[in-house]
């Protein structure tokens, strides 16, 4: 076993402090502060910029990357593909930390993201204990994985249903959580198919240790800073190997869905919850009885098998109920009427029901009894508190102090800070009377650099003559160098985004050593559908028709293109491969190859990396990888991409800026988008679906589910229609259908 890294999220500054004081590394906002306090402490801080970037947005992303390369957090945490190019040209100081939303779920994968320039993976979190460490032990880069959290239906990064249904991308961060929501079944009953448990993987933590996994993952950003340090606490004291005094149950008072350990050990340990969602609690005992005392007030009793205080928070489920809950307001032991602030664990205790609730209150008999909030866990856990004054934030510099008879002069190191500024003050210094303080007041002087972006490491005092500094002089010159810095370090950053949004300004690519403008290509039509899929009547109107080949041998795939025999063919590769079947499918490609089929569509960076390996020249993208801006297109066509299909999530001033690119794009005139891209079946009144449902969603939306060559799909049971630029390629993509 190795030292193991434990990140966790936060989403305020005090999220932040409350995750490293439980022991964490984490990502945050407030980062000039978090990496001032976190780096003396060695703690490492990360950043997230894992969205796709529209072209538009583009400039303000690069502003905000020059900025972080000032600030050196520990890592970037992204999922554009333009993004990563630009950091690994322009900002190469920033490590690159590929998301999960990358959706690296094989070696081939992990393999292309280090080849761009990443230092570090998030996989997938569907992966087992022996994919993680089938990958971990030959990528040669760090492997970070999800140990406790919220779990997303959909595979992370293949998840367009908030983006196409609620006009808020998952992609850039503002999913809807329409996993969470309930749908119609054929029947009528609803249910919640998609909602899946929390991932709480505390008993692997060895095995994944012992896998090689570089840092361990706690899911969270939007938790608060209780929820962070409880679960921070309990796997840093398992991790340790310390006493461990924060409980399964601990963190279930917090926040807890029911938990999975997904696909950790292979098959899937019943990860969807389809009867309740959100905050249940720990459960402490089960009602007994309902009791009304002399002054017409309402009890409920039930033995605890864990201790209580008034205002802990309580919940109640009854199956084909809404779970019920209240504070504690009043509490007894069931022997007597005397009320009681606690109870220790083994009492039998009665609890006084709100009067306000009493018309809510379903029949509890016989209900479980959970404890959804625990003041003792929250006394556990307090908010850490922070002053600017406990830290010293700002770039450091290393300064050079010169007296001299006729003024002062100030200068940076270049070896601190990489600027050269200097300023000088003129004025008549006269012998210092203690010449012995000299030193320590001017240290103290240009070390008031708070509230600027700066902030005094070491000073060199250049004092020959013994000279007096009046503090007024000293204090004046400190803010001209401030000033100066902020001068040059602000050039120094427009140099650098200037040049990073330089790169791709060009419409075209070189030519006969000028730019020039792209003619458009002439509009044509793309047919995209499956092998399994009956061949349009009008197929020979079609350009080019590229077939999804699944997981299928190269013989039987040789098959099944008997009927596509003398049209003009593309073979695309499946979004999903499990690191067990990468094998067969490149012995696949390369049976095709020997067959003759040398036009080839890549669905991910993984299938692009086989292809680049095995020789295939002619390569086009699908949407799914993602080409939103110039610096992602310029990406895919250093990769051997020549021509990508738009995103189905692009909006209408996007696909005009993609209309206009430099690399052949092709825009979709119809398809099923799948919405869900999962590998787990959808469950409806508790058991998994086996086969093509329609369901219907809470406006009446009809969708379908479907399983597809070892993937479940859900898209909308009507095809959708799209707008693409006017003279542009378009493609008409079945492949996405439902299985009949």
Avoid at 296 to 312: Q, Y
Avoid at 368 to 385: D, G, H, L, Q
Avoid at 713 to 722: D, E, G, H, K, Y
């Amino acid at each position: 076993m190795h030292d193991i890294e434990l990140l966790a999220p936060a989403g305020s500054f005090e999220t932040a402090l409350a995750a490293f004081q439980a022991g964490a590394d984490l990502s945050v906002a407030q980062l000039r502060d978090l990496l001032a306090w976190a780096h003396p402490r060695d703690r490492k801080v990360y950043v997230t910029f894992n969205t796709v970037i529209d072209d538009a947005d583009l400039p303000a992303a690069v502003e905000r990357l020059a900025l972080l390369d000032e600030l050196r957090p520990d890592g970037l945490i992204v999922q554009d593909l333009g993004i990563a190019r630009l950091v690994r040209t322009h900002f190469p100081a920033l490590q690159l930390h590929a998301s999960t939303q990358l959706v690296a779920h094989n070696l081939e994968g992990v393999l292309a993201l280090k080849e761009l320039g990443f230092t570090r993976v998030v996989l997938a979190r569907e992966l087992s204990l022996e994919e993680i460490r089938a990958i971990t032990r030959r990528c040669g880069t760090e492997i970070e994985v999800f140990v406790h959290g919220a779990l997303c239906y959909s595979i992370s990064g293949l998840c367009l249903f908030s983006a196409m249904e609620k006009n808020r991308s998952g992609n850039r961060g503002k999913c809807a959580y329409c996993c969470r929501l309930s749908y119609a079944g054929e029947d009528g009953a609803k249910t919640l198919p998609f909602s899946m448990r929390d991932l709480r993987l505390d008993d692997c933590l060895d095995a994944l240790k012992d896998a090689g996994v570089a840092s361990l993952k706690i899911e969270g950003r939007m938790k608060s800073p209780l929820y962070v340090a409880s679960v921070t606490s309990r796997y840093r004291q398992l991790l340790d190997g310390a006493p461990v005094t924060t409980t399964r149950a601990d963190l279930e008072t917090v926040f807890s869905r029911r938990t999975t350990t997904l696909y950790i050990h292979g098959t899937p340990d019943d990860p969807i919850d389809s009867t309740s969602l959100g905050h249940l609690g720990t459960p402490v005992g089960t009602v007994k009885r309902l009791t009304k005392d002399r002054e017409g007030r309402s009890w409920l009793r039930f033995h605890t098998n864990r201790a209580l205080e008034r205002h802990d928070g309580l919940q109640f489920t009854v199956k084909g109920e809404k779970p019920f809950g209240f504070g504690i307001a009043e509490m007894r032991l069931a022997i007597s009427r005397k009320p009681v602030f606690d109870v220790r664990p083994g009492a039998d205790i009665e609890v006084r029901v709100p009067d306000d609730r009493l018309a809510d209150l379903p029949p509890l008999n016989g209900a479980t009894v959970y404890c959804s909030a625990s003041n003792e866990v929250k006394r556990r856990f307090p908010i850490p508190s922070f002053r600017p004054s406990d830290v010293t934030s700002g770039t450091p510099v290393d300064l050079t102090v010169t007296l001299a008879p006729d003024g002062i002069t100030v200068q940076t190191a270049t070896s601190s800070t990489r600027l050269a500024v200097q300023a000088t003050t003129r004025a008549a210094l006269t012998p210092a009377q203690h010449p012995e303080r000299t030193a320590a007041a001017v240290e103290k002087a240009f070390a008031r650099m708070g509230g600027t972006d700066w902030s005094l490491r070491n000073l060199t005092l250049l004092d020959p003559d013994h000279l007096f500094a009046p503090a007024s002089l000293l204090n004046d010159l400190r803010r001209e160098l401030v000033e100066r810095l902020d001068a040059a370090r602000d050039a120094v950053r427009a140099q650098k985004i200037a040049a990073a949004l330089g790169e791709g300004r060009a419409p075209a690519r070189p030519h006969n050593g000028e730019l020039r403008a792209p003619a458009r290509p002439p509009a044509l039509t793309t047919l995209k559908q499956r092998l399994d899929q009956p061949l349009p009547a009008d197929a020979a109107r079609f350009a080019e028709i590229v077939l999804s080949i699944g997981h299928l041998s190269g013989r039987a795939v040789e098959a099944a293109l008997t009927p596509f025999a003398g049209l003009p063919v593309r073979l695309a590769l499946p979004v999903f491969t499990h690191e067990r079947d990468v094998p067969a499918l490149r012995t696949t490609v390369k049976h095709l190859l020997r067959a003759g089929y040398t036009r080839w569509e890549a669905s991910d960076l993984a299938t692009l990396h086989l292809l680049r390996q095995v020789g295939v020249s002619d390569i086009s993208s699908d949407w799914t990888l993602y080409a939103f801006n110039r610096a992602a297109l310029a990406e895919l066509a250093d990769l051997g991409v020549v021509r990508a299909v738009a995103s189905p999530e692009n909006s209408p001033d996007n696909l005009a800026f993609l209309a206009d690119s430099s690399l052949p794009v092709e825009f979709l005139e119809q398809q099923s988008t799948p919405l869900f891209i999962s590998i787990t079946p959808p469950a409806t009144g508790g058991s998994q679906l086996a086969v093509t449902a329609d369901i219907t969603g809470p406006n009446g939306t009809p969708f379908t589910t479907f399983p597809l060559d070892g993937l479940w799909i859900t898209t909308r049971a009507v095809p959708r229609r799209f707008t693409p630029p006017a003279d542009t390629p378009r493609r008409l993509d079945l492949s996405w259908d439902p299985v009949s």
